[in-house]
């Protein structure tokens, strides 16, 4: 089957049936209608009509390997920069619909098969059959346009186990059992960014250190998110409401964050990609290159973030007629600063690319890391710029009905700005609210601060990985030589 469109999308979603909690409830009508998920169903529906439609087909799929029918692009094994380059346009025609706000997007996930998919073959150093599986999947993820979540990240209460010095925890998310079918799982994760609006979830947490020779804490494998004894507990929903003149971000945009539990699940044995070996399991995360393809993936979407957020800053300018303030301008000069040194990584990290050992062509990590250290600080400040300015009007935000109350005529003579009449004057500030200030402004901001890891682990990350470091000391190292055999 080639690429999907949105109703494609929905159909299955609502057919999935998933066991999904929120409120206190169990979510018993499609998936699609629920408030909480309507949204971004639909949001995500028009990004896979785009990339059928005539106009973006060429530049968002290309033929598949195997059936010469049209893929994704997000899934294509990149032979050279010029798939960087195709990579990098189809990134930007979804990032242009959502503007950044969607971290999950679905070509987010479908970079990380193409980067496991294509150094599969590390996997056959523990067992030969778990390269075949993930090769399959990645292809099955193609050729079906899959939409995957995933879960990496372990509740707290399993990472106490390192701490209380136990070899045994039953809250830990655990193989428990072999059986002739598959693996049998218990346990939860955390985070899983969309697990609900899925029709698949890959789960590949750091494995926990075990006394055992088999570890059954070290485990990967992908699954249908419907299966039996799988959960999905959402937090609350930031869907204020259903109007985008009200909330013109969270009822398009909200992303819901789940803990999936998982209650004597069965996964098949041609699901699973690793397990019992810790070793090979963090080696091959790291050889895969998942953090450099994905963080190509990721730029390309804080790129448009950040240009949606200066064109907001552009509109309340105008609006409220700060553009002969210099301080002003100095905090937006900051905003420009950092889309353009953005946009520059962007540049470097492609031209850079070279060939790894699995014959992809891979982005330079150097740019990449940098900007994965760099936007969760900027992010915030931008955020601050925006309600520095915005002040006392992101405040003074009535909604879409007062406009059809009996205050409508104070509402329109007094909210007013100078270029715009009071209801596009308090759409934007809607927006500012939103985008700023609001439920969904808090979780944006938290997520970006976190999106690749703590700052300590990104900047490692980037420290570990930047070998002109030492090129670099050498050459001071040479100078202070030549200034003393010169004195």
Same mark, same amino acid.
């Given at each position: ?63 598949? %390997? ?25 990134? !930007? ?6 503007? !950044? ?39 099955? $993820? ?64 750091? %494995? ?37 003149? +009200? ?29 019992? +070996? ?39 300018? /105008? ?36 060939? +790894? ?18 936007? %969760?600080?900027? =992010? ?21 009905? /007062? =406009? ?16 715009? /009449? ?22 944006? $901001? ?42």
């Amino acid at each position: 089957m080639p690429i999907k469109d949105g109703k494609q999308y929905v159909e299955r979603l609502d057919a999935s049936k998933a066991s999904v909690w929120i409120q206190g409830n169990k979510v018993t009508v499609p998936v699609s209608s629920h408030p909480a998920f309507a949204g971004l169903i639909s949001t995500q529906a028009e990004l896979y009509d785009m990339q059928g439609q005539s106009t973006f087909q060429q530049s968002m799929t290309y033929k598949s %390997p195997t059936t010469g029918d049209p893929v994704g692009m997000s899934f294509l094994i990149p032979k050279s920069k010029a798939d960087l380059k195709k990579r990098r346009i189809m990134f !930007g025609r979804w990032a242009d619909i959502h503007h !950044g706000f969607l971290g999950r997007s679905p070509d987010y996930m479908n970079t990380t098969m193409m980067a496991f998919g294509a150094a599969a073959e590390l996997l056959s150093e523990h067992n030969p059959s778990y390269t075949a599986n993930m090769k399959a999947y990645y292809e099955y $993820c193609r050729e079906n346009d899959i939409t995957l979540s995933h879960a990496f990240i372990l509740p707290h209460k399993a990472r106490l186990r390192t701490l209380l010095k136990t070899h045994e925890l039953p809250d830990a998310p655990t193989v428990v059992e072999k059986t002739k079918e598959g693996l049998i799982v218990n346990g939860a994760f955390l985070l899983a960014t969309q697990g609900v609006t899925a029709e698949e979830i890959l789960v590949y947490p750091t %494995p926990l250190p075990s006394p055992h020779i088999e570890n059954p804490y070290a485990f990967g494998f992908a699954i249908p998110n419907n299966l039996p004894g799988v959960k999905f507990i959402c937090r609350e929903s930031f869907v204020s409401g259903t109007s985008r003149y +009200d909330y013109p971000l969270s009822s398009r945009f909200e992303e819901m964050d789940t803990l999936v539990v998982l209650d004597h699940v069965l996964i098949p044995h041609d699901r699973v990609f690793m397990y019992g +070996d810790a070793r090979i399991m963090a080696h091959f995360f790291e050889k895969s290159h998942f953090h450099t393809h994905a963080g190509h993936q990721v730029l390309c979407r804080v790129i448009a973030k950040t240009e949606f957020l200066l064109g907001t800053i552009e509109l309340m300018i /105008d609006t409220l007629g700060l553009r002969t303030y210099n301080q002003v301008i100095e905090k937006v000069a900051e905003v420009i600063a950092t889309l353009e040194s953005l946009k520059g990584l962007l540049i470097a990290c492609e031209a850079n690319a070279r060939l +790894d050992q699995w014959g992809s062509m891979l982005p330079d990590s150097r740019p990449l890391y940098a900007a994965n250290y760099l936007f %969760p600080k900027l =992010f915030p400040q931008m955020m601050e710029i925006v309600q520095l300015l915005g002040a006392s009007s992101i405040i003074m935000i009535p909604n879409e009905q /007062d =406009f059809a109350s009996e205050a409508a005529g104070d509402i329109n003579r007094y909210l007013r700005g100078i270029n715009l /009449d009071a209801k596009q004057n308090v759409g934007l500030f809607r927006l500012v609210w939103e985008l700023s200030t609001s439920s969904f402004a808090g979780r944006q $901001c938290l997520y970006e601060r976190f999106f690749f890891g703590d700052a300590i682990k990104v900047a490692n990350r980037l420290y570990h990985g930047y070998a002109n470091k030492d090129a670099y000391a050498a050459k001071v190292s040479n100078f202070l030589s030549d200034s003393i055999t010169k004195n």
